[in-house]
């Protein structure tokens, strides 16, 4: 991982009809390092991520991306990200190859033909190069996606929730392949609402309600939370009600016929569920899952 910044913000904020969606986003990001977005929906990340790769005009803060500064050379960024959108944007009766053909052109690439080939090679495409987009699974269409995304080379790419909708299996080759782009120097800014994604990434933010609340390592968050956790098994059928009223435990998860329970006090937890009989419990690892529950019950909701 390289020390340069590719994104370096500072105070980043955005409102729409007077509802402030950004609220002094500070931010950065290293040569192939994956940066994992966080947050509830409605929380600012797609704002975010719109801001950083020029399709948005801050209304105050300062900062670069790709040495471009956010405020005054949006043009200049958007050439050299690669950007996907939530929602799969290609031409359903085009093939894969006449859509990235397509990208090719838009960005005026001499050598598309060349470039698109080895495109579809590199993201497992070639043998459906003349398959119609519609007819394209979750997938695949992810794949296309970041292929096009690909196309001009670029040194950061900005995904906004790039699995959503796709099963296990596609979400992980997926997370193969960035980590396999990140080897190469590539830098890497997602959003997931996906945990075991968030674990597989090397630095995290959480934002809720346009204000970034957390960032570090998925091990520094962890210990900043303070949480400990245990899995608790009895035979009360309302022991997930009974776990709930009990002093120290913060968040009770039922996991078939095992709880998670969840609090920053680990003594009170153990005396509280000592003192129920015929209860069995162990201590477990906290999970980020835990974490980032912990952080939105302490946030309240924004209206207006």
């Known amino acids: 991982m390289s020390e340069a910044l590719l994104i370096d913000v500072h105070e980043l904020s955005k409102s729409f009809n007077g509802k402030r969606a950004v609220n002094g986003l500070s931010l950065q990001v290293r040569g192939g390092e994956i940066f994992g977005f966080l947050g509830p929906n409605g929380s600012g990340k797609t704002t975010s991520i719109r801001m950083l790769c020029g399709l948005l005009t801050p209304d105050s803060g300062s900062g670069t991306c790709l040495d471009f500064d956010v405020l005054t050379q949006s043009r200049e960024i958007k050439k050299q990200v690669g950007y996907m959108t939530q929602r799969f944007s290609f031409y359903d009766d085009l093939s894969i190859r006449e859509n990235l053909d397509f990208v090719a052109r838009m960005y005026g690439m001499d050598n598309r033909r060349s470039v ?164 069995r419990f162990e201590p477990v690892e906290t999970g980020l899952e835990q974490v980032f529950i912990q952080l939105m019950d302490r946030t309240p909701e924004k209206i207006g």
């Open 116 to 279: 698109v080939e080895q495109s579809m090679i590199d993201l497992g495409l070639a043998d459906r190069r003349e398959q119609l987009a519609g007819t394209l699974s979750g997938g695949w269409k992810q794949r296309l996606a970041l292929a096009a995304c690909m196309l001009h080379q670029p040194r950061l790419l900005l995904l906004d929730e790039p699995t959503a909708g796709v099963d296990p299996k596609a979400r992980r080759d997926f997370w193969d392949e960035i980590h396999r782009l990140a080897g190469q120097g590539i830098s890497v800014l997602v959003s997931t609402h996906y945990m075991d994604e968030a674990a597989r990434c090397h630095r995290l933010g959480y934002i809720a309600y346009g204000d970034l609340l957390a960032s570090g390592t998925p091990d520094e968050l962890l210990a900043a939370s303070r949480l400990v956790s245990f899995n608790v098994r009895g035979s009360d059928l309302a022991l997930g009600e009974r776990l709930k009223a009990l002093p120290g435990i913060e968040q009770v998860v039922a996991m078939g016929h095992v709880y998670s329970v969840s609090g920053t006090d680990g003594e009170r937890i153990r005396q509280s569920l000592s003192g129920i009989e015929g209860l």
